[in-house]
């Protein structure tokens, strides 16, 4: 079965998005709000490790459902 082009489209999406993510991770911890928060609450290093997750979460799933490992449901 093909995999559908939107389905491609929103993940190389998703992780080119965690991408800029990770290389601007600095920006986020100081310049956003939940990045301040983070910062405040948690300390500069645990924050930065926090981002970091996410963004290499995001940018496994992104990949994860372009290449159709994940396949959204459908109806």
């Known amino acids: 079965m093909p ?6 489209l ?8 965690c991408v800029t993510g ?3 991770h600095r920006w986020l911890l100081a310049n ?9 609450r948690y300390g500069e290093t645990v924050a930065r490790y ?4 996410l963004c290499l979460l995001g940018m496994t799933f992104g990949s994860l459902l372009a290449c ?7 109806w």
Do not use: D, S, Y
């Open 32 to 40: 956003t709000r939940k990045g301040q928060t983070l910062v405040n």
């Open 3 to 8: 995999i559908p082009q939107h389905q491609i």
């Open 50 to 53: 926090v981002v970091w997750f």
């Open 22 to 24: 990770l290389a601007r």
């Open 10 to 17: 929103m993940g190389v999406g998703i992780a080119a998005i």
């Open 68 to 74: 159709g490992v994940i396949r959204p449901m459908t």
